[in-house]
């Protein structure tokens, strides 16, 4: 019985040029195309160009793929100087998050399924925490308040890029083909709702979705 000799001399083509940075790349590329279901080591090896076996000397797996996704999203979040003010410091740090998933909407939803060990991922985070500790609250209400913030600032994402025509439209003719649908129901609130269902603004929408979300959180505070 024989046994191949071990490799020597360059790598395959392409693996030298293997890093976490263009792995994260190539896994947004997966993700962008077909969604994060078809994220594997495999389809990230194809996107490279290199076989998935060699990915495994920079992430654990495909959840390490996931995982590094959620990071990079998180740890390229530019967070605003605090200003002494909760709403308006929230506000600034969900804005810089919307700016940032809308490049990969499919990938936002990570943010909210993947363990994040990494100073970048945690940042965000560190700096919500941090604010609402400030404002003199609890460790355990904070971390229920960020959870409820962020998958509320994650729904309205996801809506913003999913929603179909029959959510509401803006161009001027589809708005009036979804109007006339709407009124001709026989639904008396639907049809008195018509010009404003067959609309979909999507900074209109994300902007009341987080100004109602503040609003219940300040609410809470002050009730405590």
């Keep these: 019985m024989t046994t191949s000799p071990a490799r020597r001399g360059r790598p395959p083509k392409g693996e030298s040029r293997l890093s976490r940075e263009a792995i994260v790349h190539a896994t947004l590329q997966v993700i962008d195309a077909d969604g994060i279901g078809a994220v594997s080591m495999r389809a990230v ?23 590094a996704v959620a990071e990079n999203l ?17 506000r600034g740090i969900a804005d810089a998050f919307r700016d940032r998933a809308l490049a990969h909407p499919e990938a936002a939803a990570l943010v909210l399924t993947r363990q994040l060990d990494s100073l970048d991922g945690l940042a965000p985070v560190d700096a ?41 439209t803006t161009d001027h003719p589809g708005i009036a083909r979804r109007q006339a649908v709407l009124e001709g129901s026989t639904l008396p609130a639907v049809a008195r709702a018509a010009p404003h269902l067959a609309r979909f603004d999507a900074a209109a929408e994300y902007a009341f979705t987080v100004d109602l979300a503040l609003d219940a959180l300040a609410a809470r505070l002050s009730r405590d």
């Design 74 to 90: 998180l740890g390229g979040i530019t967070l605003p100087p605090p200003t002494g003010d909760l709403r308006t410091y929230l």
């Design 45 to 67: 090896g194809r996107v490279l160009g290199v076989d998935a076996k060699s990915l495994y000397h920079h992430v654990d797996g495909k959840d390490g793929l996931l995982d």
């Design 128 to 168: 919500v925490l941090t604010a609402l500790h400030a404002a003199g609250c609890p460790a355990a209400e904070s971390v229920h308040l960020l959870r409820a913030l962020l998958a509320t600032l994650i729904g309205t994402l996801l809506r913003e890029v999913n929603a179909g025509p029959a959510y509401g």
